[in-house]
């Protein structure tokens, strides 16, 4: 039995899935958290060459690696964190301006979520990210956007890059004049 490299959990077929560019041998129950990355069959290559020295498969074998590697980055590469929506940078500010307006107080606000008033508290310190559930409540209830998918704040800025893709400390770098 081999253990899950994600959450532990003991399997005897591990799966191999590539996370954030690291890959990893994982339950059944967890391939859902990266891309499955396709191994090619080596036994006919060790069938093949199982006269020759043990450099001669290693080789063979780095060989078939290199290759899956290149043709997997052909691909356009997808995971579960490319769906996810990222927070605001002032999601407390947000929180807190919008409490404020509606005239809460965090207790009240907490009550109309069915929350503790902790949270709300952490959340609007900063100090806490809400749940994507809490962050939900929040926006349904104050009628705000705490998904920084609808603000293209930096990303409209940038401007930098060759078109062949490779960008210099120029490109990233702004000047103080």
Do not use: H
Not at 43 to 49: F, I, L
Not at 82 to 97: I, N, P, Q
Not at 156 to 163: A, D, I, L
Request: charged share 30%.
């Amino acid at each position: 039995m081999v253990q899950c490299e994600m959450c532990g959990a003991e399997t005897s077929s591990p799966k191999t899935i590539k996370v954030e560019g690291a890959k990893l041998d994982v339950c059944s129950n967890c391939t859902d958290f990266g891309t499955e990355v396709k191994q090619t069959s080596t036994s006919s290559t060790s069938t093949k060459y199982s006269t020759s020295s043990s450099s001669g498969n290693s080789s063979a074998s780095s060989s078939s690696t290199s290759s899956t590697s290149s043709g997997g980055s052909s691909a356009p590469r997808s995971d579960m964190f490319d769906d996810m929506d990222e927070l605001v940078t002032d999601y407390d500010d947000r929180v807190r301006d919008a409490r404020e307006d509606e005239g809460l107080s965090q207790s009240d606000l907490a009550n109309e979520l069915n929350e503790k008033a902790s949270l709300i508290r952490k959340i609007e310190r900063g100090d806490t990210l809400p749940s994507d559930r809490v962050q939900s409540k929040l926006e349904r209830f104050l009628d705000i956007d705490l998904s920084a998918e609808g603000s293209t704040g930096d990303d409209s800025e940038w401007s930098g890059g060759s078109s062949s893709g490779s960008y210099t400390l120029g490109d990233v770098v702004k000047r103080k004049d």
